[in-house]
């Protein structure tokens, strides 16, 4: 009887590249390079990108092969014995210039380990990660860290800044980014992937390679306003990232924003997109591609298209922010991680709900779009700063005056006392804010204030009044 055509014959080979496809590169990459460090092998192979990735994760030269005491293979000590191993291992961890390692890099290679035990061909049913099996090993690594950090022995963890107007506006001026109309493939290129990973609050980082021109949905509304959006029904649109993996356990992202168009403005993103995707080579899917360079054979001016029949790579797009700000003469640089702390940040100061950023951003968590918003702003840095320099000159109770300014381009209010000393705020028009201000407080039209108690809390059913005494 002849196999229905519904059924696929499989090879175990085949099931075993599906197991090990499902970890993400940049995890497998992990695993094996803090393995090699470990057991004191060459890392030449390892690529620059590589060890960035991995937060430059050890370097501690032919440890295990140099020491003495342990004689047993890594991979078959047993618990006891492994305890020990680790426990000399983590706190004989140095740079090869001999300074320590940061936390997060000492955990990193734990995990690395820990996976690389844990997968085939090894499977070892423990985690070194186990507190309880593993108390020694984690119990002196936890002491050891305590012991760098109140010695100073160790530099803080680095946040990954979201992107302010002001850099924004410099890669504009430098070309990185352009307007609809540019004639640059590359920096058609690049505004297209900057705010396809904005709006849409991606990594820029993972399977953008894979994504099609498909994969992007022109809509419009019934008012007539065009917007883009990620057309689900693509299959591939949603692709597995390290936090959706999309297995039994796992979680698809679901991540749905959407990229409205701005009438009249030569940045609007509907009209630059749509620009992209008329200049792109018919004969690729991709929605990256590589962007022909000027020459007697192609000019932007004469010819549509304006892309190669290649595909943009991994590299390219994983260090996309990078190199742009680089270029831009930007320093620090920002990373393409960046992005998505921007898309959280600057959706958060205007006071849109968590559970409404994570219908952007694909966030499994409220806690993981919480922790983005910790840290306070540069501006709001800025603020604080003056108002210390305000404190230092006499004048405590006075606010910093870029907190105080008169007018914006969003909207306006009045302030109204009433007999109570209430402040009431009444809307006048839609074109800009009016604030105002005494020892304590701020008001703005759309009820958020960076510099208050609660600059982007949320209330459901709930009704306030507020004293505020103001002294002109």
């Known amino acids: 009887m002849a196999a229905s055509s519904r059924f696929a014959n499989v090879s175990d080979e085949e099931i075993r590249e599906i197991k090990v496809n499902a970890v993400p590169k940049s995890t497998q990459n992990a695993t094996k390079y803090g393995v090699r460090l470990f057991k004191g092998k060459s890392t030449s192979s390892a690529n620059r990108q590589q060890k960035l990735n991995l937060l430059f994760i050890f370097f501690f030269s032919e440890w295990f092969a140099q020491q003495a005491e342990f004689t047993t293979e890594f991979e078959s000590m047993e618990v006891t014995e492994m305890n020990n191993c680790l426990s000399k291992f983590y706190l004989s961890a140095r740079k090869q210039d001999g300074s320590h390692y940061k936390k997060t890099s000492l955990l990193s290679i734990r995990a690395a380990l820990d996976r690389y035990l844990r997968s085939p061909p090894i499977n070892k049913k423990f985690s070194i990660c186990d507190t309880i099996q593993f108390n020694e090993a984690n119990k002196a690594l936890n002491s050891y860290l305590k012991h760098l950090a109140s010695t100073g022995k160790i530099a803080g963890t680095v946040h990954k800044n979201p992107l302010t107007a002001e850099v924004v506006q410099k890669l504009f001026e430098a070309?990185?980014?352009?307007?609809?109309?540019?004639?640059?493939?590359?920096?058609?290129?690049?505004?297209?992937?900057?705010?396809?990973?904005?709006?849409?609050?991606?990594?820029?980082?993972?399977?953008?390679?894979?994504?099609?021109?498909?994969?992007?949905?022109?809509?419009v509304t019934a008012t007539g306003?065009?917007?883009?959006?990620?057309?689900?029904?693509?299959?591939?649109?949603?692709?597995?990232?390290?936090?959706?993996?999309?297995?039994?356990?796992?979680?698809?992202?679901?991540?749905?924003?959407?990229?409205?168009?701005?009438?009249?403005?030569?940045?609007?993103?509907?009209?630059?997109?749509?620009?992209y995707l008329s200049h792109l080579n018919p004969e690729v899917d991709a929605l990256f591609q590589r962007p022909k360079d000027a020459s007697v054979r192609f000019s932007p001016e004469e010819d549509s298209i304006w892309f190669e029949r290649k595909v943009l790579g991994h590299n390219t797009l994983e260090n996309m922010l990078k190199n742009m700000t680089q270029r831009a003469g930007i320093q620090p640089y920002f990373t393409n991680h960046s992005l998505r702390a921007t898309t959280v940040t600057v959706l958060s100061s205007v006071n849109v709900e968590t559970r409404q950023i994570k219908a952007v951003t694909g966030h499994k968590s409220e806690a993981s779009i919480e922790s983005y918003c910790e840290r306070p702003t540069l501006r709001q840095f800025q603020h604080m700063s003056s108002a210390l320099t305000s404190f230092i000159h006499g004048k405590e109770n006075t606010l910093p005056e870029q907190a105080t300014s008169s007018s914006s381009s969003f909207g306006s209010t009045k302030a109204v006392p009433s007999t109570q000393a209430e402040v009431v705020a009444v809307p006048t028009t839609a074109t800009s804010i009016s604030t105002i201000q005494d020892e304590q407080n701020v008001l703005i039209a759309n009820g958020v204030n960076p510099s208050a108690i609660l600059?982007?809390?949320s209330f459901h059913g709930c009704s306030f009044t507020f004293n505020i005494n103001i002294n002109k």
């Open 175 to 219: 070309g990185e980014l352009a307007c609809a109309e540019t004639k640059n493939p590359l920096a058609l290129l690049q505004t297209t992937w900057f705010y396809v990973s904005l709006y849409l609050g991606k990594r820029g980082r993972e399977n953008q390679s894979l994504m099609k021109k498909s994969m992007l949905r022109l809509t």
């Open 225 to 275: 306003e065009e917007f883009f959006e990620l057309n689900k029904a693509e299959p591939g649109a949603v692709l597995s990232t390290k936090n959706h993996t999309g297995g039994i356990d796992g979680s698809e992202d679901h991540g749905d924003g959407k990229i409205f168009s701005c009438p009249g403005s030569k940045r609007c993103p509907v009209k630059t997109i749509k620009a």
């Open 455 to 457: 600059p982007s809390g």
